[in-house]
């Protein structure tokens, strides 16, 4: 229905645009959060209406929005109680809340554990902290490594599509892998060798360790490079010393490494020294075609001890049913959930930011007309920040099917800096939604371009990720003008004064919100499905091809 858009267009950018007073009553006689006050949203997209979410959701009344306890309970009744004044259902049954189970694991008195390295050149003890970090992936209070043969896998990747395969023909049983991080085509800078300086899904660490298990290794450690991972040791040091999350390993259904950790590059020299061997010298060869795993003249030791906890939060999801194709979905998504580094505790642009777009988005569609023929889902979800746990859950347990699921179209961390010339798709190149938005920022006279940090990955740090890996195509997008400096270490670090301004520029937010607004318009009324392109990454599975 492509040839549609030139007729929708000047509608939606009239509804994105109108401004009057909307009914307080319109949640079915819901009156307004009596901490926040009162306000009077508007059916459109504006700029006040944004600025009044982001205040409500960035205020110590929400308790810095981390998860569980009363934090949890006043950010999901706020974001509750706004989907019911807009008359929105709730999107997990009769329900508007989706719990979402986890597995905490604390390594105990980290500052006594220690990696004790036995080599053909001597021996050697790595600190925690300061040379290594490690815990458990796989839910056990107690995980030991007695003697384990090391063997250097090099980035640690089986992708048939390049023909490349670190793991041909090893036996890791009771073995531990040390791997690179990124991948060959990053260490090159080659963009006919996977993308070239372009991140891809096995140059992240938890495709090293997914993929470490599924070859049946005993553990893994991977060497940290600040420019090969996009953050410093700082960034990974800080989450493996506190508490981690993930979810219970029943709910994936595969192996999980007993072991697992990072090392410095220093620490990896020291290691592959007391081995008989030079470390860059390896790393150099790892990143050619042809490299062959190297066992090393070492084996590995330690012991610890880990406090394993189980624990729930929700994600919050509405629902808009479609008129004729109810069964069919568009996703919109934006995680609620803060951690607070350094103490902060508001978490505005990350992701107050995000939420109050999906809700001035949901808003918009109320008072869409004619109404979606397609339903529209408005998921909140949580635990974001600990690993995208909302999202894996909701896409493992999904309110409308995957095979009839049509889009997830993220927000995350819109700018409060004014407006920028560009949107910049994070993940360029990956699917057909590519294309719708190009049209919508067209009708904006707006510019649309790939990222401008590829290198940085992240396409692979944010909700839309779970989506993708499910094979439903995806849109994450930034303004061009504020998205490089955005996360200065990969997502840890918040801006330099993250509180709420009220006099900041929400002008650039509200073109954003607009612009995706009219994507999943455009969407909701058509028949077809986008799909992956070629060359892409992920695909639809055969379940959902030809739909």
């Excluded at 902060?344 to 992701?351: A, M, Q």
Aim: proline share 6%; with cysteine; net charge negative.
């Amino acid at each position: 229905m492509r040839h549609l858009w030139p007729l929708l267009a000047p509608f939606l950018l009239l509804c994105a645009c109108q401004h009057h007073q909307a009914s307080s009553d319109a949640g079915g006689g819901i009156a307004a959060a009596p901490v926040f006050g009162d306000h009077d949203f508007s059916p459109g997209i504006m700029a006040s209406d944004v600025a009044q979410h982001v205040k409500a959701l960035s205020s110590d009344a929400l308790l810095g929005r981390t998860t569980g306890g009363e934090a949890e309970r006043r950010t999901t009744d706020y974001l509750v109680h706004q989907f019911m004044r807009m008359g929105l259902v709730p999107g997990n049954g009769a329900n508007w809340l989706q719990a979402v189970p986890y597995v905490a694991a604390t390594v105990q008195h980290p500052e006594q554990v220690a990696l004790a390295i036995d080599g053909r050149d001597g021996h050697a003890a790595l600190d925690f902290g300061k040379d290594m970090v490690v815990g458990t992936l796989d839910e056990e209070p107690h995980a030991a490594l007695v003697d384990s043969p090391l063997v250097f896998v090099g980035y640690g990747i089986d992708a048939p599509s390049e023909s490349w395969n670190d793991y041909a023909g090893l036996d890791l049983r009771g073995k531990t892998v040390v791997i690179l991080v990124n991948d060959p085509g990053w260490a090159n800078q080659d963009p006919k060798l996977f993308k070239g300086r372009e991140y891809t899904y096995v140059g992240r660490w938890t495709y090293k360790f997914e993929e470490a298990a599924r070859e049946g290794a005993a553990a893994a450690f991977i060497v940290h490079d600040a420019d090969a991972a996009g953050y410093p040791w700082a960034v990974v040091r800080r989450r493996w010393s506190g508490t981690r999350l993930d979810l219970p390993k029943t709910e994936e259904g595969v192996r999980r490494l007993p072991v697992a950790g990072w090392l410095t590059t220093e620490a990896a020299r020291r290691l592959f020294a007391q081995a008989g061997a030079d470390f860059d010298t390896l790393k150099r060869q790892a990143a050619q075609r042809g490299f062959a795993a190297v066992p090393l003249h070492a084996s590995l030791s330690t012991a610890f001890d880990s406090a394993i906890a189980r624990g729930e939060s929700h994600n919050v999801v509405a629902r808009l049913d479609g008129k004729t194709q109810a069964g069919e979905a568009i996703v919109y998504s934006a995680h609620w959930d803060h951690l607070a580094p350094g103490g902060e505790p508001r978490g505005t642009v990350d992701n107050a930011t995000g939420v109050a777009g999906l809700l001035e988005i949901a808003e918009a569609f109320t008072h869409r007309a004619p109404k979606p023929h397609r339903t529209v889902l408005f998921l909140a979800s949580t635990l974001d920040e600990s690993g995208l746990l909302g999202s894996r859950y909701y896409v493992a347990h999904p309110v409308v099917p995957l095979t009839r699921t049509v889009a997830d179209i993220n927000l995350d961390m819109l700018p409060m800096d004014g407006p920028a010339s560009a949107l910049s798709v994070i993940g360029f190149g990956q699917s057909q939604l590519d294309d719708y938005v190009k049209d919508a920022a067209h009708v904006q006279h707006r510019a649309v371009m790939p990222d401008l940090a590829p290198e940085k990955g992240f396409f692979f740090r944010s909700d839309q990720l779970s989506f993708a890996r499910a094979g439903v195509p995806v849109l994450y997008v930034r303004s061009a003008a504020t998205r490089a400096d955005a996360e200065p270490s990969g997502g840890d670090t918040p801006p330099a004064s993250d509180a709420f301004d009220p006099h900041g520029d929400l002008s650039g937010a509200v073109e954003d919100i607009r612009a995706l607004f009219m994507v999943g318009s455009r969407l909701s009324v058509e028949d077809s499905y986008p799909q992956w392109k070629p060359g892409s990454d992920f695909h639809r599975p055969d379940s959902m091809r030809g739909l």
